[in-house]
């Protein structure tokens, strides 16, 4: 049987299935972007998709410090608009 990946979640820092998570990807360039794939190149970090955690992940600057830079406002509005989009569906 293959073992399924899991990963931590920056906002509950509980760990959960790496296909049921959001990864926020920064591009070797600096970007930052939200793929759902998972497949994009460069570093990242998994969220669930939870607004909750979102929220909690802004709030403690968790982000930050996982890609150990800041991280611009827009950034964290593009997120809550992707989550928003989660939410529609």
Do not use: W
Not at 31 to 42: A, Q
Not at 52 to 66: D, G, I, M, Y
């Amino acid at each position: 049987m293959k073992k399924l990946p899991v990963r931590l979640c920056v906002g509950c820092q509980e760990p959960h299935n790496k296909r049921e998570m959001i990864r926020i990807v920064k591009s070797p360039e600096g970007e930052f972007s939200v793929d759902f794939t998972g497949k994009k190149s460069g570093r990242g970090a998994y969220i669930c998709k939870n607004i909750e955690c979102l929220n909690t992940a802004v709030k403690q600057r968790r982000l930050e410090k996982s890609f150990k830079c800041q991280i611009d406002n827009s950034v964290y509005e593009q997120l809550k608009e992707e989550f928003a989009k989660l939410d529609e569906q």
